[in-house]
């Protein structure tokens, strides 16, 4: 029996969450009292995967998947699974986590749970607690297949350094017929992406507009921030969709999550509150936004954001 | 084209969440059920589909008879007829199981639904139901068209967007985008009037086990009060030593 944990990667670099995934299966595998094994598909150094204890690695190297499949990533699961007599699947809640994994559970005939948050509470029943009601509650789920697949949330668990020394096999899987084929790709490069920042700086209507956003995009880069916005500064064209969070939108699972000039509505939170440490800067002492925050400014964002961004500057040059 | 939209009944996004029985069953007193947001933008996309290329479009739910007014809601908003297959619904793949009997029945080459549901938020149900009956998927659609048998879709990746080919039997799970907002609908009178005499089909469901249950809910631990400060030096001391987040 062994766990088996999927470390995603994107142009042959592993992806931050797969870290955390190997870190969180390391331990998994140790309250089973069975090993981990991880599978890398194009991935980057299998050494940078020992350093979070992943002991075997299977790698794959395929070059017609040079983009991400699904259908042929959830077949190199199952068939590594196989092989490797795997009881457990762990996959990160990336949107390509979320794509595959569903696929992987009907293959493998098995219970599958998603943004799972922590290790499983009991492992006869197998239990783990997963989000539910848009980050309003939990739901501890039992699986009772044999097989199980879990999709760890992001930043719920976070990456544990614990070094072994690791050994890489090589595997040849067949693949499937695609089914569906990747016809391009459009990424905004140069920028953090919503999905792997630690920090996001996002802002709302209270900004009156988009030529006031110079400020927000200063605030994420002296941070190494992503931007994000509400969800009617998106819809009033002000930023680009993809900038969207809340229930509608992103989610957003960062350390830090700064908002100014957003009243903190239920939507919005739903999709936010899975972030750890949230600040709120707005005029308005009544804003709902303050009830959910950690720390808080009643402030103007005109004249706060760039004292912020002056003294953040300074901060980090001392 | 023959298409089946997937409609989960949902708790409308400003419900407050409890939970009765122990924490074993979500407490649905004075909750507001609506159409699941995403599955809305799926359900908008197969009118449009309907109207401009002609399809029929059958709506489905797997739950019990308190979901029927959800079903008549998109009825209402234009969809041809309805099936209830009459059983709750706790776990994904038992979901995913009833649905694929009812598309394999039904004949249908095109499944819309929605990328996750509100409520237990498992994003698994139509990633499932296309691998049980081996039909192309695309997942966090964001842009669809279809000629024929030839489908071009576009979905969101980390950071922009992708843009996919692929062909009929096709699931496709929906989000904003799929079709834009401000194109949703909201049934009118003479919809809801003919709503009522559209078929609204009970199926029972076939035998299969829950691989997953809830064993009991639980709501996060009350926050503490926030921490307001009047100056940014305060803030930036604050994000270091305590919450060591910079
Ligand atoms: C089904 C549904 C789904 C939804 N999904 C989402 C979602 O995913 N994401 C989302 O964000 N919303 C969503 N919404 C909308 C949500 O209900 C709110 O309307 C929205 O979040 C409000 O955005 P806002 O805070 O930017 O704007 P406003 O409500 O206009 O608030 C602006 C805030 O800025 C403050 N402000 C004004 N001037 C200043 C200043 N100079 N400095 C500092 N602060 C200032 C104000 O005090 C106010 O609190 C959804 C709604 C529905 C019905």
């Known amino acids: ?318 | 084209m023959k298409i089946l939209v997937c409609i989960s009944h949902v708790p409308d996004t400003t419900s407050k969440i409890n939970f009765t029985d122990n924490d074993t069953k979500f407490d649905t007193n004075g909750v507001q059920f609506v159409i699941n947001p995403y599955d809305e933008f799926s359900l908008t996309r197969a009118m449009w589909f309907k109207e401009k290329q002609g399809a029929t479009v059958t709506v489905v739910n797997v739950g019990n008879a308190t979901t029927e007014p959800t079903l008549r809601k998109a009825l209402a908003i234009g969809a041809d007829d309805a099936i209830r297959v009459n059983a709750e619904a706790t776990d994904g793949l038992f979901v995913a199981k009833q649905l694929a009997e009812i598309v394999k029945n039904g004949g249908f080459d095109l499944v819309l639904a929605g990328r996750e549901s509100i409520d237990y938020n498992g994003g698994m149900v139509p990633g499932m139901l296309a691998s049980l009956l081996d039909f192309n998927f695309v997942n966090g659609c964001v842009g669809m068209e279809v000629e024929g048998t030839n489908a071009s879709l576009s979905r969101e990746i980390d950071g922009g967007e992708e843009s996919l080919s692929t062909s009929l039997p096709l699931v496709v799970a929906g989000q904003k985008g799929i079709v834009e907002e401000k194109d949703l609908r909201i049934p009118n009178m003479r919809g809801i009037m003919m709503a009522r005499k559209k078929p609204l089909n009970v199926v029972e469901p076939v035998g299969v086990d829950a691989a997953t249950s809830t064993q009991s809910f639980e709501k996060p631990a009350p926050k503490g009060a926030v921490k307001l400060v009047d100056n940014v030096d305060d803030l930036i001391n604050l994000l270091h030593t305590e919450a060591k987040v910079i």
Not at chain 1, 234 to 252: A, I
Request: charged residues 20%; negative net charge; proline residues 3%.
């Open chain 1, 1 to 318: 029996m062994s766990v088996l944990v999927f470390a995603d990667s994107s142009e042959g670099k592993f992806k931050k969450s797969a870290f955390e995934v190997v870190s969180y299966g390391k331990k998994v595998a140790e309250q089973l009292g069975s090993k981990v094994v991880t599978l890398s598909i194009n991935g980057g150094d299998a050494s940078e995967l020992y350093a979070y204890g992943a002991e075997k690695v299977i790698e794959v190297k395929e070059d017609s998947l040079s983009t991400f499949n699904a259908k042929a990533y959830a077949s190199i699961i199952q068939q590594t699974a196989d092989a490797q007599n795997s009881n457990v699947v762990i996959i990160d809640s990336s949107i390509d986590g979320l794509f595959v994994a569903p696929m992987v559970a009907v293959a493998l005939e098995a219970g599958y749970a998603s943004n799972v948050v922590a290790l499983p509470s009991s492992t006869e029943p197998f239990t783990v607690k997963r989000k539910a009601f848009s980050n309003k509650a939990f739901s501890n789920t039992v699986i009772s297949t044999d097989k199980k697949v879990i999709g760890l949330a992001k930043n719920s668990f976070g990456a544990h350094e614990n070094s072994v020394s690791g050994s890489t096999e090589s595997f040849s899987a067949t693949l499937p017929e695609l089914g569906v084929s990747s016809t391009s790709v459009e990424r905004a490069s140069g920028k953090v992406t919503i999905a792997d920042a630690d920090i996001v700086v996002s802002a709302g209507r209270g900004l009156k507009g988009p030529e006031n956003w110079g400020m927000i995009e200063e605030l994420a880069e002296v941070l190494g921030a992503a931007t994000a916005c509400s969800k009617p500064v998106s819809d009033l064209g002000w930023r680009p969709h993809g900038e969207h969070v809340g229930q509608t939108g992103k989610p957003v699972a960062s350390n830090l999550y700064i908002a100014i000039g957003i009243s903190g509505a239920i939507q919005h939170l739903a999709g936010i509150n899975a972030s750890k440490v949230k600040v709120v800067i707005n005029t308005d002492a009544d804003a709902p936004f303050f009830k959910a925050a950690d720390y808080g400014i009643v402030g103007d964002a005109f004249e706060v954001v760039p004292q912020l961004v002056e003294k953040l500057k300074a901060f980090k040059q001392s």
